[in-house]
């Protein structure tokens, strides 16, 4: 005679709820293995192509206008051409925002100025060009003071400073938003006041933060 045993409800519940475990732990394995090899993958590719930060120097300033329109405001004008350097073999740049300003011993002479978002390709140059315009710019006290230091040596340092954030392009993989900040110094002959326009063609090359 066949012994036939019945299962109560009770021994089928537990059976499935075992098996409901199981299949979390195999999902949350796959789920886990999936997204390490990810993260894997773009730490490889990193780590191979390693983006080495754009370079820049300053070719050009023409400074037009330099004039006190008060004790502590200053009308200036300045043009100015950057090149800028994507040294990467295989990495692209996106810039999606570049400001620029110029200041003079720590005051700023010009307010920010924006230039358009644009794409560099991989060891591909560009030159950047903008005006730099202050109307009634806010200026410290001594500025005339310094400006007629400045006189006595026949010469001043302007300092152009860029702020922005840029993307780095590896094939179709587009990295978060970064930080960088470029400044540039550059020495200009001063004469009497009013002397601009003043000419700066020396060159200087500019130092990059990421």
Same mark, same amino acid.
């Given at each position: 005679?066949?012994?036939f045993t019945e299962k109560s409800p009770k021994h089928c519940?537990?059976?499935?709820?075992?098996?409901?475990?199981?299949?979390?732990?195999?999902? $949350?394995?796959?789920?886990?293995?999936?997204?390490?090899?990810?993260?894997?993958?773009?730490?490889?590719?990193?780590?191979?192509?390693?983006?080495?930060?754009?370079?820049?120097?300053?070719?050009?300033?023409?400074?037009?206008?330099?004039?006190?329109?008060?004790?502590?405001?200053?009308?200036?004008?300045?043009?100015?051409? &950057?090149?800028?350097?994507?040294?990467?073999?295989? *990495?692209?740049?996106?810039?999606?925002?570049?400001?620029?300003?110029?200041?003079?011993?720590?005051?700023?002479?010009?307010?920010?100025?924006?230039?358009?978002?644009?794409?560099?390709e991989h060891e591909e140059s560009n030159l950047l060009s903008?005006?730099?315009?202050?109307?009634?710019?806010? *200026?410290?006290?001594?500025?005339?003071?310094?400006?007629?230091?400045?006189?006595?040596?026949?010469?001043?340092?302007?300092?152009?400073?860029?702020?922005?954030?840029?993307? $780095?392009?590896?094939?179709?993989? *587009?990295?978060?938003?970064?930080?960088?900040? *470029?400044?540039?110094?550059? &020495?200009?002959?001063?004469?009497?006041?009013?002397?601009?326009?003043?000419?700066?063609?020396?060159?200087?090359?500019?130092?990059?933060?990421?």
């Open positions: 005679m066949s012994k519940a537990n059976k499935d709820t075992i098996n409901f475990h199981k299949f979390n732990k195999k999902l $949350w394995f796959y789920l886990s293995t999936l997204l390490l090899s990810i993260l894997s993958f773009i730490f490889l590719v990193w780590f191979i192509l390693h983006p080495t930060k754009p370079q820049f120097s300053l070719k050009e300033a023409d400074l037009n206008q330099l004039n006190l329109a008060g004790p502590s405001l200053l009308n200036s004008s300045i043009q100015l051409t &950057i090149l800028s350097i994507n040294p990467n073999k295989k *990495v692209g740049i996106y810039y999606d925002e570049f400001l620029l300003y110029a200041s003079y011993k720590g005051q700023k002479i010009t307010p920010e100025t924006s230039i358009s978002p644009f794409y560099q903008a005006w730099l315009i202050g109307n009634q710019q806010p *200026v410290a006290p001594s500025f005339a003071y310094e400006v007629q230091r400045d006189q006595g040596t026949g010469r001043m340092a302007l300092s152009f400073k860029v702020m922005g954030r840029l993307r $780095w392009k590896v094939g179709t993989w *587009v990295s978060g938003r970064y930080r960088f900040v *470029v400044n540039c110094i550059t &020495i200009m002959p001063l004469g009497n006041i009013p002397s601009p326009p003043l000419r700066s063609k020396q060159g200087s090359q500019c130092s990059t933060t990421i």
